[in-house]
């Protein structure tokens, strides 16, 4: 009966983390999830997700880990088991929000906004794997960047929303922030800064969630503006800028002041990555759930406007 018992467990703990879509967006409707990043590596999709904890009607965020899904079809998700927590950063204390993971010569490296627990105000760590799946640990030991590195904004969470980009010369640039946006090389090991921190002269009011990617030799650098937050992008042929602005992308996300993407290709099509709040038991904003729908250009290389679906895929 033990035995019996042992391999219901399991199995029921099996099926748990497979996610069918047959309902469209959200793609992950068994608990909240927000601030997607995305990887593409061997043939899979990994999205990259924060995870909104709140009980029902509090009007603030309770995060304290990260989650991580897979799916080599965009049509069956796998939840994997939890890859990394605020508790893996010694030096961090609290609010596990927006990340993401990118991969550099067979390793791992999950860029993490956190609460830090002796320099006031919002810090970077950085974490890594020898696989997309983890176990993640800290890589540093200390935080990449702290709110005492940067002056661009007075505000105490203007380091968060950590965005990774890696050049076609090998060159790795991190972009973040919130009212003001900063960039700067990280060196080979990926864990540190290599020179200055810089910040990018915006085209426009910048609200946080920067994401860059590349494509026929141009640089397309999308963020967040206004409060509830719109999605905008901007171009340049250089890394460094000038940034010119195009056009909006997506309007606010149903239920959510906040609206935090990815862009990536997978499979020949390009996907926009986002959060809305659909699924919320309280119409707020506290309880939000990931969503994907497919992203096309014009002829010319412009981003067309995401119609934001509960169809999806």
Known sequence: MKKILFFLLIANQAMAQLVELPNGNPIIKNKFTADPAALVYKDKMYIYAGHDEAPTREQ??????????????????????VPLKVTDFAWAKGDAWASQVVERNGKFYWYATVEHGTIK???????????????????KGTAIITNDMTKGATISWDDIDPTVFVDDDGQAYLFWGNTACYYAKLKPN?????????????PTKFTEAPWVHKRKGIY?????????????YAT?????????????ICENSGN???????IVDFKGKSYFVYHNGALSPDAASFHRSVC?????YDKNGKIQKIVMTSAGL
């Open 60 to 81: 603030r965020y309770i995060m304290n880990d990260w989650l991580v899904f897979s799916s080599s079809d965009m049509k069956t998700w796998t939840e994997h088991p």
């Open 121 to 139: 105000g919002k810090a970077i760590g950085v974490a890594v794997a020898d696989n997309p799946l983890g176990p993640f640990k800290d890589a």
């Open 190 to 202: 990926m864990i540190e800064i290599d020179g200055e921190i810089k910040q990018v002269q915006m």
């Open 220 to 232: 397309y650098l999308s963020y967040s503006i206004d409060f509830p937050e719109k999605t905008v």
């Open 236 to 248: 340049s042929k250089s890394i460094n800028g000038p940034w010119k602005f195009e056009s909006l």
């Open 256 to 262: 959510s002041n906040t609206n935090h993407h990815a």
């Open 292 to 296: 994907v729908d497919e992203l096309k």
